[in-house]
């Protein structure tokens, strides 16, 4: 069985105190790794590593920083077959949608931002006569990156790539559930050229090394991304010592349907919005409010394409959904069918979970559940959906907003003032237009209310992991 290292100070090492947590195969059940249950004494040394390897990392010419992020994105699209199945293996997901999405967007990630930091340009003000201020944008220092198990190595990446960019040293945790890709990265970054301590990658425990990260006085920003309740342990430790820090949370996303719609179009993408990755992307649209007119024309279509999805092994190319990603967490998704149908829904697709070994849900469709029930408030993550009607536009806005998060969603409808209407009225991060899931890295990436704080993609992440300072010059 393999058992995995840090990576610290360009080398991998096993944990100091020699302590391992088994990592499961959420397609099997089995336990396939043991990975670091790392604690304080090797968080000291990827501090020290980190902290030794600023100086030349922050005032490399950007230039030479931003190849080597490209000759990382290039080995990992050369490595493209091992991540991905690594990936399926540790996550659950299915080999073909690694292949197609996660690992090639990881990689992406450090492309866009080796190219957005040759790109990048700080703000000037000119007042003529009388004064110049410049921001000058300077990188913090050392960084703490924490991700989870859902797009594991996209989005360990995601948070990584601008951090590096900007001439941070970065000490991330994947993970514990999902650590084997970040643990791959660690010898491509020594090939692409990264000098030793700039990337330190610590694996265990949320609340042992991940809390740990975080109340660490060297780490100066934090980016995480992870559940709201976690979210809010993270956000209140890093206020203690005046961290930046950007928190990527759950949601409960509405897919408003309006009667106006192309219809196949908003059935075919919805499916995707409800069920890929078996639903665990915080993106999904977990909760489809359809305009009473259309609304049985709308779930039948639905329905009958939903029964085409097929779940099994995740390495089955034939397989449409693999297994959710823990014991736990499928118990967690079982258990808020069982209160749906005590809050009175009526399970119209699934509901039960598969005979067999590893963590395999059906994909779920419930309807007749009121909006103010537990199972339509609160973040499910995972291949359950309800379906509910409204008979007006001021109702579909309200319904949209009656949760605590506000991270996505999705408007299907041909009438354009309508669209931006009711995209300027939903308390959400994200908004998509007879679409789903489609990401120009450009743009701001995250939610409102409890879906987090701060914006990560494009500039947004640039600027995030810099300390800025207006320097004015009289003139
Ligand atoms: O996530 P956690 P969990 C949601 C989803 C899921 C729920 C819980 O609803 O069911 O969160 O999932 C690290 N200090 N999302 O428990 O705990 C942890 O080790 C520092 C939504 O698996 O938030 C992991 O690396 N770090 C979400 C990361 O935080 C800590 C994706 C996320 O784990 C820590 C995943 C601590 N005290 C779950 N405790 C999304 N928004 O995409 C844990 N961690």
Not at 109 to 116: C, D, H, K, L, Q
Not at 121 to 130: D, I, K, L, P
Not at 430 to 453: A, Q
């Amino acid at each position: 069985m393999q058992k995995i290292q840090n990576f610290i100070n360009g080398e991998y090492v096993d944990p100091i105190k020699g302590q391992y947590l088994d990592n499961i195969e959420p397609g099997t059940g089995k336990v396939f790794a043991q990975i670091p249950n790392s604690n304080q004494e090797d968080l000291e040394k990827a501090v020290e590593a980190a902290r030794g390897a600023f100086p030349k990392w922050s005032t490399m010419p950007t230039e030479k920083r931003s190849k080597i992020l490209h000759k990382l994105a290039d080995l990992i699209e050369e490595n493209l077959e091992d991540f991905a199945l690594m990936e399926s293996r540790d996550n659950g997901k299915p080999l073909w949608l690694a292949k197609a999405v996660d690992i090639p967007r990881a990689s992406t990630n450090f492309r866009f931002y080796a190219s957005a930091i040759v790109n990048f340009s700080t703000e000037a003000q000119v007042s003529e006569g009388f004064m110049v201020n410049y921001t000058r944008r300077a990188p913090i220092g050392v960084v703490g990156c924490i991700s989870p198990w859902n797009l594991p190595l996209y989005l360990f990446s995601w948070k990584i790539a601008p951090a590096l960019a900007m001439g941070n040293c970065v000490i991330a945790k994947p993970s514990e559930l999902t650590p084997m890709t970040a643990f791959l990265l660690g010898r491509l970054a020594n090939e692409a050229g990264m000098p030793p301590g700039v990337l330190n990658i610590l694996h265990g425990e949320g609340k042992g090394i991940g809390q740990a990260i975080v109340e660490h006085e060297a780490t100066k920003a934090i980016s995480f991304t992870g559940g709201t309740t976690t979210g809010k342990i993270v956000g209140a430790t890093a206020a203690q010592q005046f961290k930046k820090v950007s928190l990527e949370l759950g949601g409960k996303n509405p897919n408003i349907v309006f009667a106006d719609c192309d219809l196949d179009e908003a059935v075919k993408t919805s499916v995707k919005s409800s069920f890929t990755n078996q639903g665990e992307i915080c993106l999904c649209g977990s909760r489809i409010l359809v305009e009473d007119s259309i609304y049985d024309a709308f779930k039948s279509k639905f329905i009958s394409e939903c029964k085409k999805i097929v779940v099994g092994d995740p390495l089955h190319a034939e397989s449409t959904m693999g297994a959710l990603v823990s014991y736990d967490h499928l118990e967690k998704v079982d258990s808020y069918v069982q209160l749906a149908k005590k809050e009175g829904g009526t399970i119209l697709l699934g509901g039960k979970k598969l005979d067999k070994e590893g963590f395999y849900y059906e994909p779920t469709v419930i309807e007749g559940l009121d909006e103010t029930c537990r199972t339509n408030q609160e973040e499910i993550f995972g291949p359950v959906v309800t379906l509910n009607k409204f008979s007006s536009e001021g109702e579909a806005i309200r319904v949209a907003n009656s949760t605590r998060y506000g991270l996505s969603c999705t408007i299907w409808t041909t009438d354009l003032k309508k669209a931006h209407r009711v995209a300027h009225s939903v308390h959400s991060g994200i908004i998509w237009v007879n679409c789903w899931l489609v990401r120009d890295l450009r743009t701001p990436f995250g939610g409102m209310k409890d879906s987090g704080i701060g914006r990560e993609g494009g500039n947004e992440a640039l600027r995030f992991f810099t300390e800025p300072q207006n320097v004015c010059i009289k003139l």
